[in-house]
């Protein structure tokens, strides 16, 4: 199974070209944690992350905690994608949510207003 940004909605550019827009943290209890960064106020209010797997049997669900289930067509949960979050300059939570298009999930991201 691969996770990848979407080339249609290119990545807001940061101010600082050391602070990468995607980052990959590996959690200690297994899993990872991808993160969409940007510093430009006119950012993107949604980005778009195609799931695939090998086999391209896969099943993507929202799920009650506003996270997205990754399924068999069985509906064997094969991974789980948590509820996003977000937050602005000052550390103000945004308001957030995924929305799921046929194998791609996407990060609506409600920014205007926020630092």
Do not use: C
């Not at 991974?79 to 996003?84: D, H, R, T, W």
């Amino acid at each position: 199974m691969r996770l990848q940004p979407s080339t249609e909605r290119p990545w807001s550019t940061p101010k600082r070209e050391s602070q990468p827009p995607f980052v990959v943290q590996p959690l200690i209890e297994g899993g990872i944690r991808a993160l969409a960064t940007t510093l430009a106020t006119e950012a993107n209010t949604e980005d778009a992350f195609p799931i695939s797997s090998e086999s391209d049997s896969i099943v993507l669900a929202l799920n009650e905690t506003g996270g997205v289930d990754v399924e068999t067509i069985d509906g064997a949960v094969l991974a789980g994608i948590e509820a996003p979050w977000a937050i602005d300059a000052d550390g103000v939570s945004v308001p957030t949510h995924h929305r799921v298009e046929g194998n791609t999930v996407v990060q609506v991201v409600e920014h205007e207003g926020y630092a």
